[in-house]
């Protein structure tokens, strides 16, 4: 069973930026494909954005404003997040698995951290 933990979450500014982070505790880290998710109230979970097996993917409200990465050192994805807007509020949650396709799919995939929240207000 693979943890996974978020943390990086808070009250910023429109405008502002915030970096989120999820630390894997599987020591295979790097096979893993992950992923970032949010929810807001009364909104479905959407895909934010996903990496994995050299592809990428990420919902279009997002494109040019966050960036996933991943250090294989520290078994951690990141979201760096910029140019954040008051839609941008949610809750996030990281998500992993085996596959990209997994990652990706509507089902999203196996593994989720707890979440963190986002709210981004003056």
């Known amino acids: 069973q693979v943890q996974l933990v978020e943390s990086g979450g808070g009250l910023v500014e429109p405008g502002g930026s915030l970096r989120l982070s999820c630390l894997a505790s599987?020591?295979?880290?790097?096979?893993?494909?992950m992923g970032w998710y949010r929810q807001a109230p009364g909104n479905e979970r959407e895909l934010v954005e996903a990496m994995g097996g050299g592809s990428t993917k990420y919902a279009d409200s997002v494109k040019g404003r966050f960036t996933i990465s991943r250090d294989m050192n520290k078994n951690t994805v990141y979201l760096q997040m910029n140019s954040l807007k008051p839609e941008d509020t949610a809750v996030y949650y990281c998500?992993?698995?085996?596959?990209?396709?997994?990652?990706?799919?509507?089902?999203?995939?196996?593994?989720w951290g707890q979440g963190t929240q986002v709210t981004v207000s003056s």
């Open positions: 998500n992993g698995d085996l596959s990209f396709a997994a990652v990706t799919s509507e089902g999203a995939g196996r593994f």
């Open positions: 599987e020591r295979r880290f790097s096979v893993y494909a």
